[in-house]
T-cell receptor, first 113, second 115 residues
Framework: AQSVTQLDSQVPVFEEAPVELRCNYSSSVSVYLFWYVQYPNQGLQLLLKYLSGSTLVESINGFEAEFNKSQTSFHLRKPSVHISDTAEYFCAVNNNAGNMLTFGGGTRLMVKP | KAGVTQTPRYLIKTRGQQVTLSCSPISGHRSVSWYQQTPGQGLQFLFEYFSETQRNKGNFPGRFSGRQFSNSRSEMNVSTLELGDSALYLC??????????????FGPGTRLLVL
């Protein structure tokens, strides 16, 4: 069985500061990793994903995540956050068992002016 | 292209009733997955349908069921509602051909309140 742990349920940060949202997973097989973002009263939107190749993946809005197989982590980072980044962020894995994502508990990013 | 649509957006039911939720995937997508989101349990996978067949199933009781039509639209049904079924139900669609690598596109969800 696979599982995903997001170590921080809430992360408060000031605007223009850097941020890291942590994600660790456990799986006995190869995994594919995703970060989704959920804005209030909306569904989830894909931020970025790791399937293979370069371990550093980037999104169009400045977020990046690095796949670390030895530490079974896929932490999400942004060097400078904006107020508009305030949302809940979910890390998810898919372990080659079909279209079945296992999600972490979510991290609420709160960007303060 | 229109996104994933879910109807209704909000629903109030009482214990013991049943409910049917609907999901229309993005045009051309043949896979539809359903997830339940609650504050206590987070996001949990319910089931996935591809070409009218259930391809994957999560760990939910038999009161939760679904189906998919030939146009890829999907419905999920919950019978004998319990208070704990109050949740946001999210539907996601994808092409379904390279399942575990594909991006799933989520709808806005149906918020169900059971009284």
């Amino acid at each position: 069985a696979q599982s995903v742990t997001q170590l921080d349920s809430q992360v408060p940060v000031f605007e223009e500061a850097p941020v890291e949202l942590r994600c660790n997973y456990s799986s006995s097989v190869s995994v594919y990793l995703f970060w989704y973002v959920q804005y209030p009263n909306q569904g989830l939107q894909l931020l970025l994903k790791y399937l293979s190749g370069s371990t550093l993946v980037e999104s169009i809005n400045g977020f990046e995540a690095e796949f670390n197989k030895s530490q079974t982590s896929f932490h999400l980072r942004k060097p400078s956050v904006h107020i508009s980044d305030t949302a809940e962020y979910f890390c998810a894995v898919n372990n080659n068992a079909g279209n079945m994502l296992t999600f972490g508990g979510g991290t609420r990013l709160m960007v303060k002016p | 292209k229109a996104g994933v649509t879910q109807t209704p957006r909000y629903l109030i039911k009482t214990r013991g009733q049943q409910v049917t939720l609907s999901c229309s995937p993005i045009s051309g997508h043949r896979s539809v997955s359903w997830y339940q989101q609650t504050p206590g349990q987070g996001l949990q996978f319910l089931f996935e349908y591809f070409s009218e067949t259930q391809r994957n199933k999560g760990n939910f009781p038999g009161r939760f069921s679904g189906r998919q039509f030939s146009n890829s639209r999907s419905e999920m049904n919950v019978s004998t509602l319990e208070l704990g079924d109050s949740a946001l139900y999210l539907c996601a669609s994808s092409l379904g051909l390279a399942a575990f690598q594909e991006t799933q596109y989520f709808g806005p969800g149906t918020r169900l309140l059971v009284l």
